[in-house]
């Protein structure tokens, strides 16, 4: 019977220098995978710090990413958003109450109003934010990152501080100022164009007896009627 072949010095060093190769590829592989962990960890750190909701769609319009507070305003949770459709998860509606289909015309859809979210509970929020394509190292697009924020407290207040500005605020008319913009542009509009502009004037008759035998108070209620 013969004994087998036992390899030689030069095959041993060779298996020894592969063995060697495999052990040094495996090393590199474990520090690659440990840094995308570390990188994934501080991207997910950052998604759930930043103030704004953040969601991150696929081509095809699937959610693959909904951070905290996208899923605070939203009402979903990362796990039930990911791979439904956007429009499913964040729904958006304009002024007129038409959906508005963010990833083809984003959050001011041809206007300047502030569009509104439903959330998943119904209740409506308003919101402003952007819309911006997600590129790969080839600068191919992959995806859709979608940023958005809670304006209805701020949006409230502006309006409000709008109104209050431009109206008197006994009896909800517009005030002298709004008056004497609309006067000088009616004056202009008929001195440019020949158009004619009728101008009603109403005078209260004895409203000061009302005032002194009512009072301011009385005065006021008779203004607002």
Not at 21 to 33: K, P, Q, T, V
Not at 88 to 97: K, L, M, N, Q, Y
Not at 111 to 118: A, E, H, Q, R, T
Request: glycine letters at 6%.
């Amino acid at each position: 019977m013969a004994s087998p072949t036992r390899p030689d010095q030069a095959e041993l060093a060779q298996a020894r220098a592969r063995i060697q190769a495999l052990e040094n590829a495996l090393e590199e592989a474990r520090a690659e995978a440990l840094a995308c962990r570390e990188a994934l960890q501080r991207s997910e750190s950052a998604l759930s710090a930043i103030a704004d909701g953040i969601v991150v769609t696929d081509l095809e319009g699937r959610i693959t990413t909904l951070n905290p507070v996208a899923a605070h305003l939203t009402g979903w949770s990362e796990a039930e958003a990911r791979g439904r459709p956007m429009s499913e998860v964040v729904r958006i509606v304009d002024a007129r109450g038409d959906a508005v289909d963010l990833l083809t015309s984003g959050f001011c859809n041809g206007s300047d109003d502030i569009v509104s979210l439903l959330r998943r509970d119904r209740h409506v929020i308003l919101v402003d934010g952007a819309v911006a394509l997600v590129h790969d190292e080839a600068r191919t697009p992959v995806g859709s990152i979608v940023t958005f924020r809670n304006v209805t407290a701020a949006t409230r207040m502006s309006r409000e501080l709008s109104w209050h500005a431009n109206h008197d605020a006994l009896t909800g008319l517009l005030n002298r100022g709004v008056f004497d913009m609309r006067l000088e542009r009616a004056v202009a509009s008929a001195a440019e164009l020949g158009s004619r502009h009728p101008l009603p004037y109403l005078d209260l008759d004895r409203f000061k007896a009302v005032n002194d035998s009512g009072g301011h108070v009385a005065g006021d209620e008779l203004l607002r009627q």
